[in-house]
Nanobody, 124 residues
Framework: QLQLVESGGGLVQPGGSLRLSCAAS????????IGWFRQVPGKEREGVLC????????NYADSVKGRFTASRDNAKNTAYLQMASLKPEDTAVYYCAARQNYYCSRTPAEYDYWGQGTQVTVSS
């Protein structure tokens, strides 16, 4: 079964940090771009960051620049989203997604596989 399994979400205070993990099973991530998205109730899913097959990143949300970092470890078949200096407005369900393509995309419909989503809540 081909799937992405996310972990690492939770409740954190403003200014804190979290690292989300996205582990692939049933396929290898080497040939896949990994996108990170987030969604709050009543709003569309928003592209946050993307990391290409070669480790280059694209930032799709100005609000996370300098605070969020995407990385990948192909040997572990896992991608990561490191989040620092978290703010209450970062509260959302975060999703990872895999796209079998050389190029990153901010469009959710262009991704082939999705993680189950993990809740991140930033609150004091």
């Amino acid at each position: 079964q081909l799937q992405l399994v996310e972990s690492g979400g939770g409740l954190v205070q403003p200014g804190g940090s979290l690292r989300l993990s996205c582990a692939a099973s049933g396929f290898t991530l080497d040939d896949y771009v990994i996108g990170w998205f987030r969604q709050v109730p009543g709003k569309e899913r928003e592209g946050v960051l993307c990391i290409s097959t070669h480790g280059g990143t694209a930032n799709y949300a100005d609000s996370v620049k300098g605070r969020f970092t995407a990385s990948r470890d192909n040997a572990k078949n896992t991608a990561y989203l490191q989040m620092a200096s978290l703010k209450p407005e970062d509260t959302a369900v975060y999703y990872c997604a895999a796209r079998q393509n050389y190029y990153c995309s901010r469009t959710p419909a262009e991704y082939d596989y999705w993680g189950q989503g993990t809740q991140v809540t930033v609150s004091s």
